[in-house]
């Protein structure tokens, strides 16, 4: 059974692997071009009212400021520098399919070597689909004719023999807003979509990920739809994810440095929050085991 997720964390993500050949036989691009590859996927996070998150991904193209090669030309220009296309086609996806690390490829194809600093992401067909069969078509703010843009920062260097990985994620408990009463799933009446979009180069990032579980005697029982909470060390929201029907969460693209953590769910006892360290390139490994909350007399 799929995991039914929304409120928390979505994120969508563009994993741009950049790799330059140095093949010989490349046709003669020598360092001028390097290799790009995108996939899609989500982090996690629990909505048990939500059955699909969908939306179509029909172009992607990203900015080129400083090249190795002057003649580089691209589709459009902004502010005088090229746009390089890295993908144009229609790819319908629905976000709640990709989570804890599970991606879709978008693109793979080589791309000039060059600094970038900016990607615009084109999207339509965004609609939601409730637990109860209803249907909400959601309006695209300038996505489908400009593009949502988002900036790197620092920004993105192709170059020979080097690789980068940037992570594009979409925040759906700011993305998508919903109307009306959440606390029953025939008290949501729409949902507005404000697209909020963070960035990373994953290969100054890492990921955190574990288990979490309660207890039954001396039994661990995993929990699924636990919701795992980021912060900076002010307390901050980063960004959160929830783990699956195995207990198990992962959460992509946090930049390397010190996160206060802890998980929830209804009906248990807050854990404690931690401090956990994350390593570029590395996967932080942080479980849970979450107390059931005591039951009231009467109840």
């Known amino acids: 059974m799929r995991t039914k997720i929304f409120y928390f964390a979505l994120s969508l993500v563009l994993l741009v692997f950049v790799g330059c050949s ?8 020598g360092d001028t071009m390097g290799r790009l590859t995108l996939q899609l996927t989500d982090a996690p996070f ?45 790819v319908p996806v629905n976000l709640l399919d ?36 209803r249907t909400f078509d959601l309006t695209v703010p300038s996505g489908s004719q400009t593009g949502i843009k988002v900036f790197f920062k620092p920004a993105l260097t192709v170059a020979g023999g ?18 009306g009463s959440t ?10 979509f404000k697209p909020v979009i963070k960035v990373c180069n994953l290969s100054t990032a890492g990921t955190l990920s574990g288990l979490v579980t309660t207890m039954d005697g ?8 636990a919701q795992i909470s980021v912060m900076n060390l002010d307390e901050e929201p980063i960004t959160s994810g929830a783990s699956d029907i195995d207990g198990a969460y992962a959460i ?9 953590v802890y998980s929830s ?35």
């Open 22 to 29: 140095n093949d010989s036989g490349n046709g003669g691009n």
């Open 46 to 90: 629990p909505f048990d009212m939500v059955a699909e998150a969908n939306v179509t991904v029909f172009k992607v193209d990203a900015r080129l400021v400083d090249s190795e090669n002057e003649d580089v030309e691209g589709d459009s220009e902004e502010d005088g520098y090229p746009f390089i296309t890295l993908m144009e086609e229609e």
């Open 98 to 133: 990709l989570t804890n690390g599970v991606t879709e490829e978008l693109a793979d194809l080589d791309v000039p070597a060059g600094t970038y600093d900016l990607i615009r992401v084109y999207v339509k067909g965004v609609n939601v689909v409730l637990t109860d069969g």
């Open 162 to 179: 080097l690789s980068s990985d940037l992570l594009l994620d979409f925040d759906v408990s700011r993305s998508f807003v919903a109307k």
């Open 183 to 192: 606390i029953k799933v025939d008290g949501i009446t729409g949902f507005n």
């Open 218 to 225: 001396e039994t661990p029982v995993a929990l699924e739809n």
């Open 252 to 260: 992509m693209g946090l930049d390397a440095g010190t996160y206060k």
């Open 265 to 299: 769910l209804n009906g248990y006892v807050n854990s404690d929050t931690l401090e956990v360290e994350i390593v570029a390139g590395n996967k932080t490994i942080q479980d849970f085991v979450l107390e059931a909350e005591a039951m009231e007399e009467g109840n």
